[in-house]
């Protein structure tokens, strides 16, 4: 018998306690391809909570309080060398400067911060720690979406002259807020936890950066507005838009939470001058390639070549990988840059698809432009992106 | 061996020459149902180009000019009920003007005409004639496009909240217009022969039209933008759209003409309260019903119960029907409208479904307010229906 | 004013009366490409419902007797030129002898006949009388069914390993014929009308004759068992074989009348030692080419190319097609036999798909091993294919 | 700072070296719901290559031989819990043996030994040592297959009529195993190392457990034909068989490996008198249910209800789960039994679903009716099924 030299990332998490969903959706994503182990953690406000919820998460050291925890690890030899962010929006910003002023890398659910303001500050001190700050827009992660960001990077679309993207859901269709129940619910609502936006920056802000992931554009004035169908509810649940694009392309971008029998409906298509793509998260398997005058071609993970989607990618054509690994994936994309970031070296080239907070930054600037637009009953307003 | 009565009416056809697609759409339709036989023609303005287009058509009687043949035809004690008007837009209201003028029924292509003012005058002119005035969009047929349009007006979806409508075709994504050798690309993407809207008037009227008939409902606002991608081409091949309603729902049109790898992708959704729908009309033999939270149902064609599906179908369940039976549908309505007008009867309820000279009169002031928007960069803009 | 030229072939029907489903697709498929005029019919064995049904077919000419209708068409310089006929399989063999011995072309319905001796006799005659002979095997009518003909055909496959075929439907999945109210169960689940031979004559043979017409082979034996899942009744309603091919190829083929939520699911898929394709009949405006290791294609109709599939296409990809048009084709390729050998001219080279008495026979052959395999437990029996 | 309580099974492996595809799923699976801690393995034969597989795997205790890892690790207080058998099909038999004699508790690949004797044998050992025996017929973990098995189980089928699986592959289409470097079709196709069933025992078997799983049936007969398409292979890479089970229900089975353009095309259908279901591997988020007469319905995982399916669930409805995740809930099942086993409880019965050394020797049975049916030109076999 001899000894394994594998050197797994320690890794903590905020928020994310019982009854949260994306916190389990962290935790899975983080294991599945055993890069990190899940050590510490403040994962709920509610001392008792907190504790009760790392117990059954198996997670070795519970802090009631996160910047308590901030302290404590980065103290400890053995202190994790990332955290998991997993709160309410509005606690982003703090949570992660407190995490940077510690010295440890951030991994954090978006949107990014209830502001602009304090999204660029952080980005700010992301750079000036030279700390990693991965932002998890799940749906990068897929390997056909990173196919297809390689597909027109490469010309195969010609250019670009037309992007409709769009995000559907239901369950936000009735004010199940009001209940009490669904605490994603509550908080999402709730413009004190979520910030100023909401479908807007639920979904809204990944519809915006999976169309500019992918086509690698992004628009530089829109036309939008929010709304609010469920009656009491105090934050957009619907907002839509047109877009306009430096080099002349046009789009459009519409979500929705109101969406009766949309389950988690995000599509996009792309338009160019040679050929056409779409991509339906419900179906990640599958990337329509549609030649201008032709027929299209169905390609599937596994099978389109390639080292962008080989990297994203664990198991065989036919057999289907979801948003779990998609989102696992950031996880060992940010893996990888920590190892780099940590030893000095450069960022690998693979894991340079991975989303961060100058992504996040740029939803920021989409969802004040959407409000700004929106207040203006829908006049064209700039977005400036550096 | 006995005689049989049955009696086709007599069809006359304005348009539709070799090399025309929407003519030979409308002799078959015209003749699926076996209500009409088609008796006279002219079908070009080029009499040579007429006669034989005529002659291949096995039509009895062509004529060089579309005057006369409305004065010759309406002289004959066996002379044409109806016509069809297939030419080019610009000519739509001058040749239904003098059938009706004759007395004779209409059957016209869409868009109505090239102005509102134009179509205006058409409509009053009907009315005063008591002639059928049908106006062919064609998605209207198709027997679950009318039941879609049942299933919200017996209250299925509840209140609509969102209408996502769309059409994409990528035929005109090159300047084939120049080449002299696509009449279609010829004439549409000419101003002087289809009015001031090219992408728009085309196919955005239906998409705008299909949206209106589905829901019942019309949008009294809208932001919009044409836009034209192709270098050199006169006229849009782009537009997108935001809508307003008066119940407070919200909604998005968008129709190209440069979608790389699209056919004839005329879609519609719908959601309401309670549940929504979906249409593709690539597939218009089966309509998906969404409730909220619940799964979706694929309803066909054949199997949807009711009396306004059954009138628009022909065969069984799993035995596809098509765009020429929706086509088909529009002649066997008017052919029941036009019997009950010559009868003085009452118009038969199964074919109130029928699109008229009223349908184009909103797609004109579609046209109307969407241009005007667009140049006003986006400013919205009332839609008055009355 | 000019007088047209075009001729249509006069036609006649037997069987087809109120309550029937095939005949009103018959008189649709013939009007529909304009090459037939509906003129005489003997449509039941009961004379006042032939008479109404006839009146309210529009056909001018009622027979109460198909004899006295054959004797009368025949001796009349307006006679008809061809017969379809719509009956019940019991008279698919004396009806068309009577009309072929008048010298009048045929097209039939299948399957050709009752037994196997009844349709090589039927044959023979048809090549005596040097009549057309046109079976409606309907699904060889669609333009991608003959494209993917062609496919095979070049050899885009390959050599071809596995065909798999199916048909589906659950109309008679309850004992609806001892209700007496469906005329099309009573007749089809009876012995003594329908022949031997249930499910398996009436779709079994559909599937046979697809499989054979796109790989372009026969199977040289099969093992097969019937089976009757609704007591009481008298005849199959489900069969399902395992096939071998000449070239090694393996195959099966299965179809039932009980699949709960089937509606007409034929589907066809091959295999080839380069690519597969698979095409359901529900979707006729679509077949998937499947090459091996590489990325489906959804060919469609309108933009495959070639003269095989324009042949048997009206109108542009995306506006769709259906079984209305794939029967019309075969109508037209009767026409342009029809009028070949009436002229002494070499039958078309474009209507030589059409699927004949020929094809009849191997239906009846399919159907005779298939019984005689069923009958002796699933033994292999051969399939003797000239 | 509380310390967490959660304690992982211990895992080991025995095969799933470099190279090996079904070694890293079952890692993944193991791991992602962090019930299992892997911790030793003797990963190959080659002791250079299975040392350097551990270190890659970041398993602690590498073993070169997997007789001293059973000794060993049973004499550990901290020793393995449970084995994951990932080796060639000849290994499992002696490897189980191994473990199960050592106390341990064993998750195996399928299918479960290369004869019927050697499966009974393991099962007999089972039983003796209660040790867990999970036999890893992956489809079996997804919660819609769980929900279909519990709509037949409930009745919403009505009595079972017709059984349709298929399972098609197009890896082996060409003779890769010759070139020797695909590790996978190497062992695979070689019988000395696969045992006697190519396609049949690689993927038949899970055709066939996949059809008992879900109706609850087994047939007691079959009439089959096994056929090597490639050249020179040496073993069956296709197979057909036709079903009958004791209810008098018909059913048919295909699987193959030369079927181009297929990638891992597990399919089922299921109709009953009431209603059908139809399920596809590589769309596993949907289940169709299709009742007679009816519309069908797209059951969507997380949004069918019911125990069942939700203890196999981790995400919302539209968050597509994957293959992995139903390998996961096999260890998830699997880690539940050992848990009460260990403790002398019962197993749970959210568990019991698991597939296990039972459904093993009835793959075995199944094998070995096919062979034996096929190498009697088809003639139908008995299944005996205790």
Redesign the interface.
Known sequence: ??????R?LRLGMVGGGQGA?IG??H??AA????RFELV?GALSSDPQRA?AS??????????ADWREMAL?ETARDDGIDAVAIVTPNYLHAPVATAFLEAGIHVVCDKPLAVSLAEGEALAKLAREKNRLFALTHTYSGYPLVRHARELINEGE??EI??V?V?Y????L??PIETAGTNKQAGWRTDPSLAGPAGCLGDIGTHAYQLAAFVTGMMPHAL?A?V?T?VAGRRIDD?V?A?LRYPN?A?G?L?A?Q????????LRLRV??????LAFD?????EL?????????????R???TGAVAAHAT????????????AFAQLYKDAALQIEALDAGRALPAESLLLTTVDDGVAGLRFIDAVLASSAA????RAIIND
């Open positions: 018998m001899q000894q394994g030299t594998h797994r969903f389990a959706v935790r899975i294991r599945l391809d055993d510490a504790q790392a117990a059954e998460a198996g997670i070795a050291r519970s802090y404590a679309l010609g002259r037309v409709q769009e559907a859901q239901d369950w269709a009735e036309s507005e709304h169908f619907h839509q047109m002349g046009r459009m519409w929705s109101v969406a009766s029998g949309a389950e988690n409906a338009y160019g001058t040679k050929a056409g998260q419900e179906h990640p398997n329509w390639f549609t030649p201008l005058g032709g027929s299209a071609e169905r390609l599937t596994g099978r389109v664990r198991v065989p054509p036919g057999h289907p990988e979801g948003y779990l690994e009953d829908g006049q064209w």
